[in-house]
């Protein structure tokens, strides 16, 4: 079997695939977003292919981009109002390419210099744009936001429990707790059972009505448990919240985690990305003090998934947390002052994450980034005066570009904005979600795509009118 192909056919599949890829790329806005969910047919789209013998090349490329323009939700799209699922910008694609190709392995420095040096120089860039000083900060590419906060959790149990890497949760006498909002990501309460500390060892915090942690509440539940003999670990503020892009007040919950020795974590998955912006960054005030940061680059620095970024400002920390001596890992490491990224990480074949970072910044820059962040800022405050000026009324406050809304005519009634969101959904025009804010539904609108202009929120607030007079008018008929 030759797997490799001819150089002729490689060429030609290259193109082929190409030309597919483009017409999707070049193309997104002319799609509906919303996919056909009939299991069946979808199973049977799948079995038509025979897996024994395989398929002919070009029909087999034919048959997955169909697949996926036909059942797929298409978050490159720009009105795809989403779940900060971003279009993949240009380079992001060449450079994911490039890395099935080389197919560098980054467990060891020594197998991949280039690549391994590449991602500590991102990340020292990174930890320097999040204010941590260069001697001190660490970190280490990771799949997602998620894989971020279950290290986090492991840096903080090895930070505060010495023999937390031999003796694990044996090591520890008092219950360790993690405190975050109640607007935090559940992937801290997934780490948590991971780890083996188990569900109830997050303790969540509530809002106040504008949706930051209570910070007064924080220390109250932190109080609360050093007289029940628990032993407060860790706090996670979120600085972007999922929900509403909310920002936890950052400095205030680093003030109590410094009187009481806690680890502070902040959760930046997407919120992050406000730091290579002059006019945002100051949101982010306080996140120099935290000793770990959770940033993804594959929300708003649209490069594509998974792209992901563990900072710490505790050099030793991941060191201590993952490292294992092995005897047929390759040696150079340990003579010269490099890192083999496995022993920083949860991973250990490892591609290479940051290569889509590293080539956005080649073609873009950091001035690029700061150019198209502050543009999504803007068409989030666009939209947010839009609805405003069309009597939605508008429910979170963020600097970031998230917009929660709803029509307080219709407060008791929930169907009114689950028959709008079911309508906009068929059509496919639009993707947006609902979420509640203190017990009301809204919907939610995030601005996520570098190419979403005022055109797409005109059209937008367009049609929620449209769906909300059809409503109307059609309650004035029954009366
Ligand atoms: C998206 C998100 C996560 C999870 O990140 P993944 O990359 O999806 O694993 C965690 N925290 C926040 C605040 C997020 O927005």
Not at 48 to 61: F, H, M, R
Not at 173 to 197: D, F, N, R, W, Y
């Amino acid at each position: 079997m030759d797997f490799d192909l001819k150089p002729e056919e490689r060429k030609r599949l290259f193109d082929i695939t190409f030309d597919k890829i483009d017409k999707f790329y070049s193309q997104t806005k002319e799609l509906k977003i919303t996919p056909n969910l009939d299991i069946t047919q979808i199973r049977a789209f799948i079995n038509q292919a025979d897996l024994e013998e395989g398929i002919d090349y070009e029909e087999a490329i034919g048959l997955i981009t169909e697949g996926l323009e036909t059942y797929s939700v298409h978050t490159p799209h720009p009105k795809y109002f989403g779940l900060f699922n971003p279009r993949s910008n240009f380079a992001g694609i060449i450079a994911d390419v490039i890395t099935a190709s080389y197919n560098p392995q980054l467990a060891a420095w020594s197998h991949a210099p280039f690549a391994v040096e590449v991602e500590a120089k991102l990340i020292q860039a990174f930890c320097e744009k999040f204010g941590y000083s260069k001697l001190s900060s660490d970190g280490v590419f990771t799949a997602g936001g998620a894989e971020a906060n279950l290290t986090a959790i492991l840096t903080a149990l090895n930070h505060k429990y010495p023999a937390f890497a031999e003796d694990g949760i044996f090591s520890i006498h008092k219950k360790p707790i993690i405190l975050c909002s109640e607007e935090a990501h559940h992937s801290v309460q997934k780490s948590v059972k991971i780890v083996g500390l188990g569900y109830r060892s997050v303790k969540t915090i509530q809002t106040l009505s504008n949706l930051k942690m209570n910070i007064v509440a924080l220390e109250e539940s932190i109080n609360e448990c050093l007289t029940n003999g628990e032993s407060p670990l860790m706090v996670v503020a979120t600085a972007g919240t999922t929900g509403t892009g909310t920002i936890d007040d950052l400095e205030a919950v680093n003030e109590i985690c410094k009187k009481y020795n806690i680890w502070l974590h902040v959760d930046a998955a997407w919120g992050g990305a406000a730091i290579l912006s002059n006019n945002l960054k100051r949101y982010l005030k306080g996140i120099e003090h935290s000793d770990s940061i959770t940033f993804d680059a594959h929300k708003w620095m649209s490069v594509p998934m998974g792209t992901s970024m563990f900072l710490t400002n505790h050099k030793e920390i991941l060191d201590k947390t993952f490292r294992i001596t092995t005897e047929y890992m390759p040696k150079e490491a340990k003579e010269l002052d490099i890192v083999d990224p496995f022993s920083h990480s949860i991973q250990w074949s490892r591609r290479f994450i940051g290569l889509k970072v590293y080539l956005s910044l080649l073609f873009y820059g950091w001035k690029g980034y700061e150019t198209t962040i502050e543009h999504q800022a803007r068409i989030g405050n666009m939209l947010k005066q839009k609805l405003i000026e069309n009597n939605w009324n508008v429910k979170n406050d963020t600097p970031f570009p998230i917009v929660c809304f709803a029509d307080d005519r219709f407060k008791v009634e929930d169907r009114f904005i689950k028959t709008i969101l079911n309508s906009i959904l068929a059509k496919g025009k639009s993707w947006l979600s609902v979420y509640p804010i203190n017990g009301q539904p809204t919907f939610r609108v995030c601005i996520t795509n570098y190419n979403t202009t005022e055109l797409e929120i005109d059209e937008l607030v367009n049609e929620l009118n449209l769906e909300r007079a059809n409503i109307l008018s059609k309650l004035v008929g029954q009366k």
